[in-house]
């Protein structure tokens, strides 16, 4: 009964490629969040939806974007992929409207590597 | 500047040690402060949060907060191999819509 998932949990591909991540949530969250990870752990927040509408949405390249079709589910694609976008992705979620003091859930992450 | 430092570490120390580990900040206007741990290869998990200065105790574990002084601690008592993990430290500021800030981490090795 896991409460944020996300699939795959290792993607490896090549610069230029086009690819997706999916993020699942079970505990009935109203907010979605996508976090990148680098190799030195710095977590940094890249999107965040509340009941399928977008409320954060930081500086990334335009080739990120992500896509939530329910409340449930928030999905990243990711288009032209470079080299420095290897990093874990971490999807998480929230109970209420993404407001302070909100404990954010994360998934197990996602393991990007371009080649 | 980054908006949150901490010391990436890492630290080892035996088992049965208090740990300390401290970040500071250079936003006056974040008011909640949490800690997270993450362990290899999983996300983070929420351990502690509060949003006054002072001290916050759960467990083995206090949190503490120096507005003034920009600072934040975690403080492990007896420490256990179990804490072996990343911790990061999070901050926000209120609104309806507040991003998390986070430290980079410190690792932590906690040796039997």
């Known amino acids: 009964d896991t409460a944020v998932s996300q699939t795959p949990k290792y993607l490896v591909t090549q610069m230029g490629n086009d690819k997706s991540i999916k993020c699942e949530q079970n505990?009935?969250?109203?907010?979605m969040y996508w976090y990148k990870q680098d190799s030195k752990k710095f977590l940094k927040i890249m999107f965040s939806?509340?009941?399928?509408?977008?409320?954060i949405n930081e500086t990334v390249p335009n080739r990120f974007s992500p896509k939530s079709p329910d409340k449930a589910h928030l999905n990243l694609h990711i288009n032209s992929l470079e080299l420095g976008d290897s990093a874990v992705y971490f999807c998480?979620?929230?109970?209420?409207?993404?407001?302070?003091?909100?404990?954010?859930?994360f998934g197990p992450g996602t393991r990007l590597l371009v080649l | 500047q980054k908006e949150v430092e901490q010391d990436p570490g890492p630290l080892s120390v035996p088992e049965g040690a208090i740990v300390s580990l401290n970040c500071t900040y250079s936003n006056s206007a974040f008011q909640y402060f949490m800690w997270y741990r993450q362990y290899s290869r999983k996300g983070p998990e929420l351990l502690m949060y509060?949003?006054?200065?002072g001290n916050k105790e759960d467990g083995r574990f206090t949190a503490q907060v120096d507005k003034s002084s920009k600072y934040i601690s975690l403080f492990i008592r007896d420490s256990q191999p179990s804490d072996s993990a990343t911790y990061l430290c999070?901050?926000?500021?209120?609104?309806?819509?507040?991003?998390?800030?986070f430290g980079s981490g410190t690792r932590l090795s906690i040796r039997p």
């Open positions: 999070a901050m926000t500021w209120y609104s309806s819509a507040s991003k998390i800030i």
């Open positions: 998480a979620s929230s109970q209420g409207s993404g407001g302070a003091g909100e404990t954010q859930y």
């Open positions: 509060t949003y006054s200065s």
């Open positions: 505990l009935g969250h109203d907010t």
């Open positions: 939806y509340n009941n399928k509408e977008l409320i």
